[in-house]
C-alpha cells in the first residue's frame, strides 16, 4: 500500500531547462510534503517543503506546488543544472513520521 | 560541525545472525530516526527515538529493536537476519518540536549485506 507514488523512475532535462518531477499521494491526513535529493554514497538532503495548508512554496529556482484536490505535487526546478542531476525523493508527514515515495532520477544534459 | 555519522559504513552478515548498526546525530538534536532503503525504493520508516523511548514505529517486525543513550546517539538491532534484510540503513535527526514536521538530516547509511 503506496501512500506516496512517484510514477516516473526517470526524467531527462536539457541543461537551462524546467526540470519538472510528479508526486502522488493517498492519505489527506499528511501535513507537510517534501523534496529530498539524493546523490550516490550519500544521504538524502532536504530541499524544499510545503505545508498541507499552502498551495505553492518557493526557494531560490526551486518551486514546489500542492493541489491538494487531485492529491497531487509537482517540483519545478528552473533553470535546470547539471549538479541536479539526483535521485529526487517526494515524501509526507503526519507528526513527524516521514513518508517517502520511490523517487525519480533526474539527469541534466550539458 | 559534524553532521550525522553512521557505522558501519559497510556489513556483511549471514542469515541467522544478529547485526547492531550506530548513529550519533547532528549537533544539538535530540531526536533519531530509522529507515530502510531497499534497492531502487524510497527510504522506509522503521521507527524514531526521543528521549531514551521509541515513539513512533513503521511496519517492521520486532526483530527490529533500537535503543537511545543519553547522549542521544542511536543504534538499531536486527536480530534473526534474513537475506530480505539486506538494504541501506539510514539515520535521520532532528530536534524535537511542537511542529507538524521538525526537519531531519540523514547521515551516509550503513550498507547491510545478508548472505
Known amino acids: 500500500d503506496q501512500q506516496v507514488k512517484q510514477n516516473s523512475p526517470s526524467l531527462s532535462v536539457q541543461e537551462g531547462r524546467i526540470s519538472i518531477l510528479n508526486c502522488d499521494y493517498t492519505n489527506s491526513m499528511f501535513d507537510y510534503f517534501l523534496w529530498y535529493k539524493k546523490y550516490p554514497a550519500e544521504g538524502p538532503t532536504f530541499l524544499i517543503s510545503?505545508?498541507?495548508?499552502?498551495d505553492k512554496n518557493e526557494d531560490g529556482r526551486f518551486t514546489v506546488f500542492l493541489n491538494k484536490s487531485a492529491k497531487h505535487l509537482s517540483l519545478h526546478i528552473v533553470p535546470s543544472q547539471p549538479g541536479d542531476s539526483a535521485v529526487y525523493f517526494c515524501?509526507?508527514?503526519?507528526?513527524?513520521?516521514?513518508?517517502f515515495g520511490p523517487g525519480t532520477s533526474l539527469s541534466v544534459i550539458p | 560541525d559534524a553532521g550525522v555519522t553512521q557505522s558501519p559504513t559497510h556489513l556483511i552478515k549471514t542469515r541467522g545472525q544478529q547485526v547492531t548498526l550506530r548513529c550519533s546525530p547532528k549537533?544539538?538534536?535530540?531526536?533519531v530516526s530509522w529507515y530502510q532503503q531497499a534497492l531502487g525504493q524510497g527510504p522506509q520508516f522503521i521507527f524514531q527515538?526521543?528521549?531514551?523511548?521509541?515513539?513512533q514505529r513503521g511496519n517492521f517486525p520486532d526483530r527490529f529493536s533500537g535503543h537511545q543513550f543519553p547522549n542521544y546517539s542511536s543504534e538499531l538491532n536486527v536480530n534473526a537476519l534474513l537475506l530480505g534484510d539486506s538494504a541501506l540503513y539510514l539515520c535521520a535527526s532532528s530536534l524535537y518540536g511542537d511542529r507538524g514536521y521538525n526537519e531531519q538530516f540523514f547521515g551516509p547509511g550503513t550498507r547491510l549485506t545478508v548472505l
Open positions: 510545503i505545508s498541507s495548508i499552502k
Open positions: 527515538y526521543y528521549e531514551e523511548e521509541e515513539r
Open positions: 549537533s544539538g538534536h535530540d531526536t
Open positions: 515524501a509526507a508527514t503526519s507528526y513527524d513520521k516521514v513518508i
